[in-house]
């Protein structure tokens, strides 16, 4: 099992920055690559970007592309979302997961575990 847990949403103007985290415990997170989605209300879980468990590789939505910046820290167990220019369209739930796999997904259905998600909601 591994738990996940996000933090660092909330409310914030267009143009403005977030950076979201998302902690592991539980199996060695090193061995997961993760992912980054979001929800907005009536909409489907989409893509946000992915990253492979070295950290080496990573992958945009072509929405974000160029705003947003994956990351991890395997000392700290740990996955980011670093979001710059936010726009209102950004607002949703985001959610981190987990995939016992050395390369990430665009597809949910292929991760493991998920978070709680987060909130952000960004005003215009």
């Known amino acids: 099992q591994v738990q996940l847990v996000e933090s660092g949403g909330g409310l914030v103007q267009a143009g403005g920055s977030l950076r979201l985290s998302c902690a592991a415990s539980?199996?060695?997170?090193?061995?997961?690559?993760m992912g980054w989605f979001r929800q907005a209300p009536g909409k489907e879980r989409e893509f946000v970007a992915g990253i492979s468990w070295g950290g080496r590789s990573t992958y945009y939505a072509d929405s974000v592309k160029g705003r947003f910046t994956i990351s991890r820290d395997n000392a700290k167990n740990t996955v980011y979302l670093q979001m710059n220019s936010l726009k209102p369209e950004d607002t949703a739930v985001y959610y981190c997961?987990?995939?016992?796999?050395?390369?990430?997904?665009?597809?949910?259905?292929?991760?493991?575990?998920w978070g709680q998600g987060t909130q952000v909601t960004v005003s215009s």
């Open positions: 997961a987990a995939r016992s796999n050395i390369r990430y997904s665009d597809m949910p259905r292929d991760y493991d575990y």
């Open positions: 539980g199996r060695t997170f090193s061995n997961y690559a």
